[in-house]
Structure formats: C-alpha cells, structure tokens
C-alpha cells in the first residue's frame, strides 16, 4: 500500500498497517501510538510490544483521537472517554436504524 492511499483515507478492512505506516496515517509519531496502545485507547489488531499491525477501524479511531486531542487540547483520557462516547452514538444509530427497517 502507498503512503498515499493510506493518508487519504483509502484502507480496506483487510489490509493491516505496521506501526510506522499508521502513525504516519494519523499524522503522529510511533511514540504517540504507543503510548494510546499502552493506555488501552488503541488495540492493535495483531502483535506484541515488538511488532504491531493495525486495521482500518484502529486507524479510523486513532485519527479521532488525535483530532479530540487536537481540537480542545484534551489529554489522551479525556479524548479516550470522547471517542468512546461516539463510538456508541454511532452503534445506537445502527440499532435505531435497523429497528425502523422491521
């Protein structure tokens, strides 16, 4: 995969990025993808403390903390709580959507 694509966002769920692809992704150094995997924010898909690879739904999560963090200068905690938090708006907005559909 070329840094390109993945920087625009173009990553299939099948694909994996190592540790210096994905923090190139989220425009951060490995240190601060480490250190969100160290805090539990980010679960890395496959790997240990020594190789570690990343799906599309950790790069999809990481970019918004990074951008929490950005944004209102939240510490890894808080934009860790604000991540979650909208992780499960967009899950209730599934399950609202499926039970309109029945």
């Known amino acids: 995969m070329t840094q390109s694509n993945f920087e625009a966002g173009l990553l299939f769920d099948e694909m994996q990025l190592t540790l210096d692809e994905f923090a190139r992704a989220c425009r951060r150094d490995a240190q601060w993808v480490k250190d969100r995997v160290d805090a539990e924010l980010i679960r890395a898909a496959v790997g ?9 739904v950790d790069l999809i999560r990481a970019r918004r ?3 929490v963090e950005a944004m209102f200068e939240a510490n890894e ?3 860790g709580l604000v991540v979650d938090l ?9 399950e609202l959507n499926v ?3 029945r």
């Open 86 to 94: 909208i992780e499960e708006v967009e899950h209730l907005r599934k």
């Open 48 to 56: 240990n403390a020594i190789v570690m690879q990343f799906s599309s």
């Open 99 to 101: 039970a309109k559909l």
């Open 77 to 79: 905690d808080v934009a």
């Open 65 to 67: 903390l990074a951008n």
